[in-house]
């Protein structure tokens, strides 16, 4: 945005863990923290729109998450689907477009075909929501390397023309909630220069003064990529 000074980050991206955590505090079954998790992504969307976040990158679902037990993939999928009926039109009313990152195709074809339906829906949007589906950053990796092979050199900038994130605006402020203090293959690349926020919020807990408060932080930092 043209009015923002330059320590605003554009582009946020969210570790988005504690799910199970916040469940397990209140005896809950583990399901019921991921249908919390996803009205922690209805405040979050809507706090970026407040705050002036141009883009926020969410991680959801990464290629290790299937790992999990049946049951609990299961209920991961039904929030899915509910989450994306109950939310498009709100997405597009208020000037969101949806992105996904990862291998969402690997997905049950009505899921594929929901987020497709969302993604063409949305397409109109002014501010960018990604979603990191099946998503994993070695593989992505991988995948742009590749790509970038078949029409020439392998370089920095080619591959990163090739990352599913080429579109966005860079990385700057990458916030992990749950207290963990790891990238759990989230952004690898895009992270090389972003600001991270580690958080001890469970992500059912985060709301716009979490968001507020990364976004102060992040205003503080001095940003030298290698310079002095
Ligand atoms: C994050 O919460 C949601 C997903 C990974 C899908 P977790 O389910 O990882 O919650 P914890 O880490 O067990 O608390
Ligand atoms: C990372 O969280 C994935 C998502 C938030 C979707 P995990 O809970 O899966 O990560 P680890 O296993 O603690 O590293
Ligand atoms: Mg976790």
């Not at 923002?4 to 923290?33: C, E, F, S, T, Y």
């Not at 020439?152 to 203090?181: C, K, Q, W």
Request: charged share 30%; aromatic share 8%.
């Amino acid at each position: 945005m043209a009015d923002q000074p330059q320590n605003h980050a554009r582009h946020v991206a969210i570790i988005m863990d504690g799910n199970g955590r916040w469940a397990k505090k209140r005896h809950l079954p583990r399901a019921l923290g991921h249908r919390e998790g996803g009205e922690a992504v209805r405040r979050t969307v809507k706090a970026c729109e407040k705050l002036g976040v141009e883009c926020l990158t969410l991680y959801a679902f990464s290629s290790e998450n299937w790992k999990r037990d049946e049951e609990e993939i299961g209920d991961l999928m039904l929030l899915m689907r509910r989450f994306i009926e109950a939310n498009l039109d709100d997405m597009v009313k208020q000037g969101v477009k949806l992105k996904i990152i990862g291998d969402y195709k690997a997905f049950a074809p009505d899921i594929v075909e929901k987020l497709e339906y969302a993604l063409a829906k949305t397409a109109g949007g002014v501010r960018t929501l990604a979603v990191a589906l099946n998503y994993g950053s070695q593989q992505e990796i991988a995948r742009a390397a590749a790509k970038a092979a078949e029409h020439g050199a392998i370089t920095p900038e080619t591959i990163a023309a090739n990352l599913d994130t080429a579109d966005l605006p860079p990385l700057d402020l990458l916030i992990r909630t749950s207290g963990e203090v790891r990238l759990s293959n989230f952004l690898l690349w895009q992270a090389a220069y972003a600001e991270m926020i580690f958080m001890d919020v469970l992500w059912p807990d985060f709301g716009e003064e979490h968001l507020q408060a990364a976004l102060d932080e992040f205003a503080k930092r001095e940003r030298r990529y290698g310079g002095r």
